[in-house]
Structure formats: C-alpha cells, structure tokens
T-cell receptor, first 115, second 115 residues
Framework: GAGVSQTPSNKVTEKGKYVELRCDPI?????LYWYRQSLGQGPEFLIY????????DSGLPNDRFFAVRPEGSVSTLKIQRTERGDSAVYLC?????????????FGPGTRLLVL | AQSVTQLGSHVSVSEGALVLLRCNYS??????LFWYVQYPNQGLQLLLK??????LVKGINGFEAEFKKSETSFHLTKPSAHMSDAAEYFC?????????????FGSGTRLSIRP
C-alpha cells in the first residue's frame, strides 16, 4: 500500500523567502507528525496533529514556522522569512492514532536548502 | 525529561561479524523504546519497539534488542552483519503525559560493513 509521501523531495530557496512543504499521510491515519533532521543529527519533533487540530506544537522553533491540516489528511508546513539555519531535512510521519504505543510511519523527507 | 544517548557515532564491522549498537535511556517512568533505521536518501523505518511486554525484542532483518532496566540500556544486536545493513541507526524513546506522541531520537550511529 501507499506510504507517507512528501513533496517536493528537494527545495532550494533564498534567504527571506517563503516555502511550503507538503505531506500526504497513509490513508486512514488520524495522527500526523512533523520532524526536522539537521545534518548529522537525529530528527527533532516539531508538531503533531490529531485530526485537524494541532495537539502539540511545542517543537516549533519560532513563529516563522506554522503548519496546517485543514481536512484532517494532507498537511502543509509553512516557513516564512527563511534563514540559512532552516536548512535541514523535514520529515513527516503518520500513525493510526496518537499515543505511546502507536507506530509512526515516516516519509522520505523534504530536503530544504536555504541559500 | 526523557532522553536517549547513543554511544559511538560510527561503528564499523566486518561482514559476518556481530553488530552491537549501544543505546542508554533516561526516563522517570517505564519507557517505550524504539530502534529506527535510515538508509541513504530514504525515510526512517521501524526496526523494533519495546512496550514492556518482553525484555528481548525481535525486529526485522534479524535485529533484536534487549531492555535492561538495571543498566538503563536498550542495545541493538545482530549476530551476523550483511552488507545491506549499512545505514544510520537511531535509538528513540516516546514521551509521556502531554508528550505521549512525541518521539525523542538519539543522535544516530552510522554502521559500516567491511567486505
């Protein structure tokens, strides 16, 4: 079956520009997560949705980062006024529902490079 | 706060040799622990997870991990390394309470296999 998909796979932008990263979760999964993986590091949690609402956005680094999931399926991570330090791989994951025992299935990521 | 520490950012073994990747955790409550594998330019794939049912957990591709509370460890092993095992491995713990859906990753261990 289809896994988590993310588009684009690569994004190059200039400092100060706005970018949107898209995530298509596994069909039927109600929980969706965003993580950021900097070079040589493990992924770091950004935000997760249960349905349409952001249940935990404690990992968003500042107010330039925002994510939405208006219909409870596809999610978009939005970054305003990008900075070079935002360069990283942005990973999306989904699970059947939220909770400690739920397995999160990861997409291949979007590699963002801010010049 | 919960955390995991992976000992050794790079491990190199010969094909056919034992693989041992070390992970220690810190948690104030019984933890749920995971090992994920990341192949080049691919997303994270779950190898195995510990959810308190059994201390020895068997995963995919011949990997297993043993939960040792007395040592606060969750080391990953495989009796005989194969060339296809070359990848980045991440130990992880899931949060609890209001963070019960947040995965906290270690910094990763890159496994290389020598012919």
């Amino acid at each position: 079956g289809a896994g988590v998909s993310q588009t684009p796979s690569n994004k190059v932008t200039e400092k100060g520009k706005y970018v949107e990263l898209r995530c298509d979760p596994i069909s039927g999964h109600t929980a969706l997560y965003w993580y950021r993986q900097s070079l040589g590091q493990g992924p770091e949690f950004l935000i997760y949705f249960q349905g349409t609402g952001a249940a935990d956005d404690s990992g968003l680094p500042n107010d330039r980062f925002f994510a939405v999931r208006p219909e409870g399926s596809v999610s978009t991570l939005k970054i305003q006024r990008t900075e070079r330090g935002d360069s990283a791989v942005y990973l999306c994951a989904s699970s059947w529902t939220s909770g400690q025992q739920e397995t999160q299935y990861f997409g291949p990521g979007t590699r963002l490079l801010v010049l | 706060a919960q955390s995991v520490t992976q000992l050794g950012s790079h491990v190199s073994v010969s094909e056919g040799a034992l693989v041992l990747l070390r992970c220690n955790y810190s948690s104030s409550v019984p933890p749920y622990l995971f090992w994920y594998v990341q192949y080049p330019n691919q997303g994270l794939q779950l190898l195995l997870k510990y959810t308190s049912a059994a201390t020895l957990v068997k995963g995919i591709n011949g990997f297993e991990a043993e939960f040792k509370k007395s040592e606060t460890s969750f080391h990953l092993t495989k009796p005989s390394a194969h060339m296809s095992d070359a990848a980045e491995y991440f130990c992880a713990v899931v949060g609890f309470g209001s963070s019960a859906s947040k995965i906290i990753f270690g910094s990763g261990t890159r496994l290389s296999i020598r012919p």
